[in-house]
C-alpha cells in the first residue's frame, strides 16, 4: 500500500496533465474541423441547399474508412505522421496526433446526425425569407442542433479519454502509461484500481456537466 501511494504521489500529477494535454489538443481539433466537415456533409446532401451526390460521396467514404480502423492500427499507421508533426511520436503531443485523426472523422457523422435532425420545416421557412445559408446557420441550424451537438462533443472527449489511455500503452503517456508501466508491468493492483475510479470518476463529471448543458440549451 505504502508502494502504491508512494507511486501515485510521483507521477498521478503528471499522468493526468499529459492525458488532459492529449484530450484537450484533440478534442478541439476534432469538433472543430468535424463540426465543418458534417456541415458540409449536410449542406451537400439537403434538397434545400446544394445536393452535390458525388462531393458527399467521396467525403463520406474518406470519412468512414478513417472510421473503420480500430484505433490501435490507426495509431500505429500514423506514428511517421506524429514523428513528422510532434518530432517524437512516443510524447503526449505524438499521441495528440493520432487521437485528432481519430477525433475529426468521429465527431464529423454526429455533427452531421445532429443537423439532419432539425426540423425542415423551420429551414424552409427560413428560406422562404430570402435568408442565406450563413445566417441560416446562425440562426437556425446552430441553435437548433445545439443540444445534440453538446451530447456529441461529450461522447467524443469520454471516447477520447478511452483513446488516451490505450495511446500510453505504446508509452507516449498520460494515464493509461501509468496504468501499464506501474500497475501492469509491477504488478500493482492498487496503482491499476486507483486508475480506473479516477477514470470513473472524471467521466461522471464530464457526462454530468455534458447533460445539464445540454439540456439548458435544449427550446422549449
Known amino acids: 500500500m505504502n508502494?502504491?501511494?508512494r507511486i501515485l504521489q510521483a507521477n498521478l500529477g503528471q499522468s493526468l496533465w499529459e492525458t488532459f494535454e492529449m484530450v484537450l489538443i484533440s478534442g478541439v481539433i476534432g469538433i472543430v474541423f468535424g463540426t465543418v466537415l458534417g456541415l458540409l456533409l449536410y449542406y451537400y446532401s439537403n434538397r434545400l441547399f446544394s445536393p452535390r451526390p458525388v462531393v458527399n460521396a467521396v467525403v463520406g467514404f474518406i470519412i468512414n474508412a478513417i472510421r473503420?480502423?480500430?484505433?490501435?492500427?490507426?495509431?500505429?499507421?500514423?506514428?511517421?505522421?506524429?514523428?513528422?508533426?510532434?518530432?517524437?511520436?512516443y510524447t503526449p503531443m505524438g499521441g495528440a496526433v493520432s487521437l485528432s485523426v481519430a477525433a475529426v472523422p468521429f465527431f464529423a457523422r454526429i455533427?452531421?446526425?445532429?443537423?439532419?435532425?432539425?426540423?425542415?420545416?423551420?429551414?424552409?421557412?427560413?428560406r422562404s425569407t430570402g435568408a442565406n445559408f450563413w445566417l441560416i446557420f446562425q440562426e437556425v441550424l446552430f441553435p437548433e442542433a445545439l443540444p445534440s451537438l453538446i451530447r456529441g462533443i461529450v461522447l467524443t472527449i469520454i471516447s477520447l479519454i478511452g483513446y488516451s489511455a490505450m495511446v500510453g500503452t505504446i508509452g507516449a503517456g498520460g494515464i493509461g502509461n501509468l496504468a501499464i508501466q506501474?500497475?501492469?508491468?509491477?504488478?500493482?493492483?492498487?496503482?491499476?484500481?486507483?486508475?480506473?475510479?479516477i477514470?470513473?470518476?472524471?467521466?461522471?463529471?464530464?457526462?454530468?456537466?455534458?447533460?445539464?448543458?445540454?439540456?439548458?440549451?435544449?427550446?422549449?
Open 3 to 5: 508502494e502504491t501511494i
Open 68 to 89: 473503420s480502423l480500430p484505433f490501435l492500427i490507426l495509431m500505429v499507421v500514423l506514428i511517421p505522421l506524429a514523428k513528422l508533426l510532434a518530432g517524437d511520436p
Open 111 to 126: 455533427a452531421e446526425s445532429s443537423f439532419a435532425e432539425i426540423d425542415q420545416g423551420i429551414i424552409e421557412a427560413a
Open 182 to 197: 506501474f500497475g501492469y508491468n509491477r504488478y500493482d493492483t492498487g496503482v491499476l484500481i486507483s486508475v480506473i475510479v
Open 199 to 220: 477514470l470513473v470518476i472524471i467521466v461522471q463529471i464530464i457526462q454530468w456537466i455534458g447533460d445539464f448543458l445540454a439540456v439548458h440549451y435544449t427550446r422549449g
